[in-house]
């Protein structure tokens, strides 16, 4: 409720100064119908809002005003100048009522009765009264009037009836008949017939215009243009003069261009602000249990894109409640949960936002899209048979579809997704949608930061040059190629490739033409950019060597794309420069490659690549890492359902694969240097013993009994935590992406069984034998959630105490949010913040311990975590009332080891309401 | 960079005649077009629709688009996307020494630049009768001209703004 105030009173503000030139409009012009109509619907929005927030005082005094307005509408009564000095009255407390809400957050106390029975008198036919004095109004409104920083909040008070003074909408003076203390300061007395006083809503804040902005943020990127103009002379000329004055120009620049940047930023959070009420009544009038999941609201985004995504996102939560969600019984039925639910997921991905709407419900319907898109005429049964499931799910976007059975109130209308998709189209972004029937439906936005000023390194591949975000890359390589085994290559220039590998450790390798590079030990994906782009000579491969000479040295832009490394061959790599990306020409869109265009210093247009678009063209996964909801329960439905896996052979000529992501690294050991100890293999790795197990058909034998072998021995390292191990294996063939899905189960011990990857028949190891063989212990208990401090929620008002629990708590293991008041703590839940425990204070004011955790329990996803009290007292009683509440344990705050051990004690155990903790879960 | 504004100044055929012109209201149906070669056919565009004509300059190729777009240039800081229209048209190639001009056009706030030849008139031809593309037409031409207009000495061609624009 607290963060829909500011924006009303904003809103209000501006309505009652509308309203008022209106009014005094309305007086000359009397028949004037259009002021009429925007008077009255001024009126009946603030009515409107004033029901929703609660704010019934204001309610109903607009309640009261608005009657008589419908009855000068219908002309049913006159306007006369009486009444209109009436309805100025009115709007008068209204002003006040805005203020004192503005002032304290809530309503002033006051009685409006005469005001509203003079109103109904006129409503219903009677004269207004004669403009008698409303003393109470009049010196609330002096009150309202006097100096913002008076201290003394008792001037707000409403006043006794002061003598009665000429009455007028216009209270002149502040010194007859106020009953506010003299401590209100006389000096801002602002005659209130002319516009109207200033509220403490508009004093901090100013209303600007996006047309302002926009011009403000076109002339700083035309300065960053002229700028590298500039700094590209300057830099031609050795020790020049322009020199140093650049320097402090390029600093000031940027400081302006953030500046400006800011802005236009805004938490993409208050696009959200009206869903959960949105979520509730939906779920009230579809009589289901829906929950909404927000994360990432403080995201931020341009203000102008939040606008233009407000409607398309209510519109998708909607769907999502009224189509996606089945009844509570269908969901019974199919074994959900009864509440389903609903998530918001924002969060920043090299240069753009995306956004995701998913929820757990039915999934798209393909049979029912298939039979609306025949009846629309959309496409031929023929056409439709060729397409895939998701391409049949995609016809949501065309114009007119709809397919609700009946066209509910909520949603349907047919007008729905090609909107959204137009809308978002329109600002250079994408929507993307992945569905699965029984199981649910996730929308992904995907929004560029347009008119972003990004730094980007400018490389250079077939002779044309590029621009790659600087946000995503990694590392800068400078790569020997390493082409064993291909005898064909030019030997000429092998010493110096190799002493360009020693120099730096990394070599391009390549695997059945796939380059991949060696660097630090691990191998990553590589791509040629001039044959990705068939740049120069078209016949090279996406993945090729490039076609003609291969320098002995190639340079490698490494990128991070969600949780996936790669890198990008290109033959030159120039300097990192600041750029305005300007979003490319709707028909060049859909070239996935490129995320902008923008014009360098020197006048020439160059592309702007985008690593996310490159990285799917090569088929690397784009999943985000940092996304929270790995921490939740399944969520999964952005996931393409591949796995990297790691193809090799051992033993063999059998292909066999083991995920990549159970692989740390690469290793070559020398064959002298494997160890027979205690009848298992062994060698000696980062300083520690590595344990080394064989996957070929028979036992590995003890070195130095089988002649012919190479002298170093291929090693795949598994490592969790501070545990090694190394799985001996013949040939490493290649990193694939596929589908994993073991078809064939066999009962050889160690195999899953054989899955069909990449088109070839491959065994796929049961990773966990051989980690079992390695050591016996490698997955017991308490090394689980080993990695993954507890994150606990402290709610205490007294900063002296939080000072000092933190550092306890921190030192003990825990990652800590501390807030000052249950309110707040609230607010995070309701942001989709999740912990695995709460410690609250009891003494707090506004929201005490007791209430705050009756509000957890009541509902909502924290309802199930373990809650402590911390408190000054501890008497039984006080013991009992916590519990009763709703928290599991009670602790002194000044007894620290108590606090410690009962934390460790809720974190292993079930909470009280015997729903699992999230530590116990792996 | 040189170029020229496009004027409005027209050059009347000799066709029209007779004080029984349509009204001044043809807001909706240009009359007035900018004419320009390509590959030996005079091709036409509203005027309303041409913001300037400029010489070719350096252009950025696009990678992985299609083969119309002839690649970006940089107009006073503005990006604009180019359309060889001999391409979109299905004619060969201009052949390699000539640079041909850019007829500039704007929809939907993107600028455009469309390669051609030459650049010839702007012809007033209000009042001039207009015939619908002819069926034996090929379908490039039809699917991207609105009609043909029957001049002195040639035949003109009246493109579409839209639907040249509507590559991919």
């Known amino acids: 409720m607290d963060d829909l105030l500011p924006d009303f009173l904003i809103e209000a503000h501006e309505s009652l100064g509308e309203l008022e030139i209106a009014l005094v409009r309305l007086e ?29 005082r204001l309610e109903h005094a607009a309640h009261a005003a608005e009657e008589v307005l419908g009855k000068y509408r219908d002309g049913i009564v006159a306007v006369t100048p009486d009444s209109i000095t009436l309805i100025l009255r009115a709007l008068d407390t209204f002003k006040e009522i805005v203020a004192g809400i503005a002032e304290t957050g809530a309503e002033p106390v006051g009685d409006d009765s005469a005001l509203v029975d003079a109103l109904n008198a006129v409503a219903s036919g009677g004269t207004a009264p004669a403009p008698a004095p409303s003393p109470v109004a009049e010196a609330e409104a002096v009150a309202d009037i006097a100096h913002p920083d008076s201290p003394d909040p008792e001037a707000r008070a409403p006043a006794p009836p002061a003598s009665a003074a000429p009455a007028s909408a216009a209270p002149a003076s502040a010194a007859p008949a106020s009953a506010a203390p003299a401590a209100v300061a006389p000096t801002a007395v602002a005659p209130a017939a002319g516009p109207a006083a200033k509220t403490e809503a508009a004093a901090t804040t100013i209303r600007v215009t996006v047309d302002v902005l926009e011009n403000l943020m076109t002339l700083v990127s035309e300065l960053v243009l002229t700028r590298n103009q500039l700094l590209q002379t300057a830099r031609a000329e050795e020790g020049s003069a322009f020199a140093v004055p650049l320097q402090r120009l390029t600093q000031i620049t940027s400081d302006l261009q953030e500046g400006v940047m800011k802005t236009r930023m805004q938490p993409v959070g208050s696009a959200w602000t009206g869903l959960p009420r949105l979520v509730r009544d939906l779920s009230l009038e579809l009589g289901k249990r829906i929950e909404l999941v927000m994360r990432g609201a403080d995201t931020e985004l341009d203000r102008q894109l939040l606008e233009l995504i407000r409607d398309p996102l209510t519109h998708m939560v909607r769907n999502s409640g009224d189509h996606g969600l089945e009844s509570t019984a269908e969901r019974r039925a199919a074994g959900k949960p009864e509440t389903g639910r609903i998530t918001l997921n924002a969060y920043h991905e090299g240069g753009h936002i995306l956004i995701e709407i998913s929820d757990d419900g039915r999934g798209l319907p393909v049979d029912r899209i298939r039979k609306k898109i025949i009846a629309n005429g959309l496409a031929t049964e023929a056409a439709l048979a060729e397409m895939s499931e998701l391409q049949i799910q995609s016809f949501i976007f065309h114009v007119g579809f709809s397919t609700a059975a009946v066209v509910s109130s909520v949603s349907g209308r047919g007008v729905g997704m090609d909107v959204v998709k137009t809308n978002i189209t329109r600002i250079g972004g994408t929507i993307d949608l992945k569905s699965e029937p029984g199981v649910g439906t996730s929308f992904t936005i995907k929004i560029p930061l347009t008119l972003a000023i990004v730094s980007a390194l400018i490389i250079e591949a077939a002779g044309e040059r590029f621009a790659i975000p600087q946000i995503g890359i990694v590392e800068l390589v400078r790569a020997g190629v390493r082409a064993p085994g291909h005898a064909g290559r030019p030997a000429a220039t092998d010493e110096s490739e190799q002493a360009a590998g020693q120099r730096n450790g990394s070599f391009i390798e390549q695997i059945n033409h796939t380059p991949m590079l060696r660097l630090r030990g691990q191998l990553l994906p590589l791509v040629h950019l001039g044959g990705l782009l068939k740049l120069g000579d078209t016949a090279a491969a996406p993945h090729g060597e490039p076609a003609g000479d291969q320098a002995g040295e190639q340079y490698i832009v490494i990128n991070q794309v969600g949780a996936s490394r790669f890198g990008i061959i290109v033959d030159r790599v120039f300097d990192t420069e600041e750029i305005v990306v300007k979003p490319v020409a709707p028909i060049l869109r859909q070239i996935t490659m490129f995320s902008g265009n923008t014009i360098l210093g020197d006048g020439s247009v160059i592309m702007i690549l985008d690593p996310n678009g490159i990285a799917r063209a090569i088929g690397i996964g784009t999943r985000p890492a940092s996304n929270a909801a790995a921490q939740d329960d399944a969520q999964v439905q952005g996931s393409n359902g591949k796995t990297a896996l790691l193809l090799f052979r051992a033993g063999g000529t059998e292909l066999k694969a ?15 240097r494997i160890e027979w100890v205690n009848d298992a293999l062994v060698t000696q790795y980062r300083g520690k013993l590595m344990p080394l197990i064989g996957i070929g058909g028979a036992e590995p034998s003890p070195p130095g009994e089988t002649a012919g072998q190479t002298a170093r021995q291929a090693v795949l390292v598994l490592a969790d935590g501070d545990r090694t191990m190394g799985l001996m294996v013949d040939e490493i063939v290649n990193v694939v992406e596929d589908v994993l899905t073991v078809s064939l189960r066999g009962d050889r011990p160690g195999f899953l069984g054989t899955a069909i990857v990449n088109g070839r028949a491959t065994a796929i190891i049961d990773a966990g034998f051989w980690l079992k063989r390695a050591f016996a212990d490698w997955f017991a208990p308490g090394t689980g959630a080993r990695n993954r401090r507890p994150s606990v929620l402290v709610v205490e008002d007294s900063a002296f105490f939080r000072g000092l629990l933190m550092p306890t708590l ?23 913040r999740m912990f695995d425990l709460i410690l609250s204070d009891i003494e707090m004011p506004e929201m005490d311990g007791f209430a705050f955790a009756a509000a957890v329990r009541a509902g909502g996803p924290w309802r199930e975590l373990p809650m402590i009290a911390l408190s000054g007292r501890s008497s039984p009683a006080d013991v009992e009332r916590g519990r009763q509440a709703g928290f599991d344990d009670h602790v002194s705050k000044l007894d620290q080891g108590a606090l410690l051990s009962a934390i460790a004690e809720r974190l292993g155990q079930p909470a009280a309401s015997g729903a699992p903790t999230h530590a116990a879960r792996v | 960079m040189s170029h020229v504004e496009a004027s409005h100044d027209a050059a009347r055929p000799a066709a029209s005649g007779g004080a029984g012109k349509q009204p001044a209201l043809q807001k909706t149906a240009p009359t007035t077009f900018v004419t320009m070669m390509v590959c030996d056919q005079l091709c036409g565009l509203p005027l309303q629709d041409v913001r300037e004509i400029v010489v070719t300059q350096s252009l950025t190729r696009v990678p992985l688009a299609s083969g119309e777009i002839a690649g970006s240039l940089n107009l006073r800081g503005r990006i604009v996307t180019a359309i060889d229209l001999r391409r979109r048209l299905d ?54 001209s609105v009609g043909i207009c029957c001049l002195d000495h040639e035949l003109l061609v009246i493109l579409d703004t839209d639907r040249v624009l509507a590559v991919g």
């Open chain 2, 91 to 144: 004619l060969p190639p201009r052949p390699g020494t000539e640079r041909g001009m850019s007829v500039v056009v704007e929809r939907g706030g993107e600028l455009y630049s469309l390669l051609v030849d030459e650049v010839r008139e702007v012809l007033d031809l209000d009042g001039v009768k207009f015939e619908s593309d002819p069926p034996t037409l090929e379908a490039v031409w039809r699917d991207n």
């Open chain 1, 658 to 672: 083991v995920p990549l992501s159970l692989v740390s690294r690469l290793e070559e050991v020398e064959r002298e």
């Open chain 1, 28 to 56: 000359k012009a009397p028949q004037d119908k259009a002021t009429l109509s925007s008077i009255f619907r001024h009126v009946h929005t603030i009515k409107g809002t004033c029901g929703f927030l609660g704010l019934s």
């Open chain 1, 810 to 832: 921190s030192a003990a293991g825990f990652e800590l949010v501390a807030v000052p008041d249950a309110i707040a703590a609230l607010k995070l839940r309701d942001a989709g």
